[in-house]
């Protein structure tokens, strides 16, 4: 039988401070480009170089290297020479505070800068870029990468545990192709390390603590721009119903800068997809009024009339709209669609947990409103209270 504590002790036991243990994620950067040449270089710190294996004395004095695909094999250069090639080409950290840039040169694309280590081979002839990094430094990239800059340290906070969650949920998406994570919206968007100071302090305040559901699984920590006013529940999105991801009234967004949208479209052609996609009944007066009038005051799942039901998503999908949180007005000649929102509504509304994080409220209680009977723990305890 599970232990069973109650929520202020099992918080407290479990958020205590202690030594957490290193855990090394291996990412797969720059995995949406077909990437066959880049340049590195070390910015900070000390590193080793290791060609097929083998550890090399010089060569790290370089500025540049730079690295192409050459058949199945990397060619390495430096400035007025050419190395060699060789299957794999590592740069590992000596030190923590270790972080080397990386450019792509073919296709061209900004620079870069990562902590750590850097492993290069060839797969399916591209470059294949792996970065194998410190969880806490990864989750520090991914904050910024998903949130932006500029924000209040209490929401980087609430940003850092969701992306700590999802990261741990998730690091065996690909471990079939040799890494754990890669750097896309697949995973979590992980551009480069983070830039604004507060980013690093709400990672350290928050070292290891994860969120996790009343069966002590880490949570899907889904998250969105702006719920327009209220969240969605899991089942109207992705049919599958959670716990934790239930509809919650938000007023804190509603007056932000995603909250509210517009889109207009023509009469014919909002009827003609209505009528050729889903054999809506454009032709009843009726019905084609109500095609073009409808309100939803509150998020629904479906546009219905009759037999015909048209999911609220499939709309969005289609017409590519911020959310599929919106009304429709007749005009003349079109119509006007007024969305709420951005996203797909599902967990946490980022812009109303900003608003919440400005008006002093904590990271614990912006995520518990968000999300219904979970707990926020210490990943390094949580093992010990999922023992029988």
């Given at each position: 039988?599970?232990?069973?504590?109650?929520?202020?002790?099992?918080?407290?036991?479990?958020?205590?401070?202690?030594?957490?243990g290193?855990h090394?994620?291996?990412?797969?950067?720059?995995?949406?480009m077909?990437?066959?040449?880049?340049?590195?270089?070390?910015?900070?710190?000390?590193?080793?170089?290791?060609?097929?294996?083998?550890?090399?004395?010089?060569?790290?004095?370089?500025?540049?290297?730079?690295?192409?695909?050459?058949?199945?094999?990397?060619?390495?250069?430096?400035p007025?020479?050419t190395?060699?090639?060789?299957?794999?080409?590592?740069?590992?950290?000596?030190?923590?505070?270790?972080?080397?840039?990386i450019?792509?040169?073919?296709?061209?694309?900004?620079?870069?800068?990562?902590?750590?280590?850097?492993?290069?081979?060839?797969a399916?002839?591209?470059l294949?870029?792996?970065?194998?990094?410190?969880?806490?430094?990864?989750?520090?990239?991914?904050?910024?990468?998903?949130?932006g800059?500029?924000?209040?340290?209490?929401?980087?906070?609430?940003?850092?545990?969701?992306?700590?969650?999802?990261?741990?949920?998730?690091?065996?998406?690909h471990?079939?192709?040799?890494?754990?994570?890669?750097?896309?919206?697949?995973?979590?968007?992980?551009?480069?390390?983070?830039?604004?100071?507060?980013?690093?302090?709400?990672?350290?305040?928050?070292?290891?603590?994860?969120?996790?559901?009343?069966?002590?699984?880490?949570?899907t920590?889904?998250?969105?721009?702006n719920?327009?006013?209220?969240t969605?529940?899991?089942?109207?999105v992705?049919?599958?119903?959670?716990?934790?991801?239930?509809?919650?009234?938000?007023?804190f967004?509603?007056?932000?800068?995603?909250?509210?949208?517009?889109?207009?479209?023509?009469?014919?052609?909002?009827?003609?997809?209505?009528s050729?996609?889903?054999?809506f009944?454009?032709?009843?007066?009726?019905?084609?009024?109500?095609?073009?009038?409808?309100?939803?005051?509150?998020?629904?799942?479906?546009?219905v009339y009759?037999?015909?039901?048209?999911?609220?998503?499939?709309?969005?999908?289609?017409?590519?709209?911020?959310?599929?949180?919106?009304?429709?007005?007749?005009?003349?000649?079109?119509?006007?669609?007024?969305?709420?929102?951005?996203?797909?509504?599902?967990?946490?509304?980022?812009?109303?947990?900003?608003?919440?994080?400005k008006?002093?409220y904590?990271?614990?209680?912006?995520?518990?409103?968000?999300?219904?009977?979970?707990e926020?723990?210490?990943?390094s305890?949580?093992?010990?209270?999922?023992?029988?």
């Amino acid at each position: 039988m599970k232990k069973i504590l109650s929520s202020l002790a099992l918080f407290v036991q479990l958020t205590a401070p202690m030594a957490i243990g290193a855990h090394t994620t291996q990412v797969r950067i720059l995995s949406t480009m077909n990437v066959t040449s880049v340049n590195v270089s070390v910015c900070a710190g000390k590193y080793a170089l290791y060609l097929d294996g083998r550890m090399q004395e010089d060569y790290m004095s370089a500025k540049v290297m730079q690295m192409i695909v050459i058949n199945d094999s990397i060619e390495l250069r430096i400035p007025g020479d050419t190395i060699g090639r060789f299957g794999q080409v590592r740069l590992v950290s000596i030190y923590d505070t270790s972080c080397f840039k990386i450019k792509p040169i073919q296709p061209a694309s900004g620079t870069r800068t990562y902590d750590h280590s850097l492993t290069v081979k060839v797969a399916k002839g591209f470059l294949q870029c792996l970065n194998s990094v410190d969880l806490e430094h990864y989750v520090a990239g991914v904050v910024e990468s998903e949130s932006g800059g500029n924000s209040v340290l209490e929401f980087y906070k609430v940003q850092a545990i969701l992306c700590r969650t999802y990261a741990c949920a998730q690091l065996n998406r690909h471990i079939d192709e040799g890494f754990d994570v890669c750097d896309g919206v697949h995973c979590q968007v992980y551009k480069s390390r983070p830039t604004d100071p507060k980013v690093q302090l709400a990672v350290q305040a928050t070292t290891g603590l994860v969120v996790i559901d009343k069966n002590l699984s880490l949570i899907t920590a889904t998250f969105h721009s702006n719920c327009g006013g209220q969240t969605a529940n899991a089942e109207d999105v992705w049919q599958i119903p959670v716990s934790y991801l239930k509809s919650v009234r938000d007023t804190f967004c509603t007056s932000t800068r995603n909250a509210n949208w517009q889109r207009k479209i023509a009469k014919e052609d909002w009827l003609s997809y209505l009528s050729g996609k889903h054999k809506f009944p454009v032709t009843d007066s009726v019905a084609s009024g109500g095609a073009m009038n409808m309100k939803q005051a509150s998020r629904t799942t479906n546009y219905v009339y009759g037999a015909a039901k048209i999911p609220y998503k499939t709309i969005r999908a289609d017409w590519q709209l911020r959310s599929a949180y919106f009304s429709i007005e007749e005009g003349r000649d079109s119509i006007t669609i007024s969305g709420r929102g951005y996203g797909h509504g599902v967990g946490l509304c980022q812009e109303g947990a900003i608003r919440m994080a400005k008006l002093g409220y904590s990271y614990m209680q912006i995520l518990l409103f968000y999300y219904r009977d979970v707990e926020i723990v210490n990943l390094s305890r949580l093992e010990f209270f999922r023992r029988d």
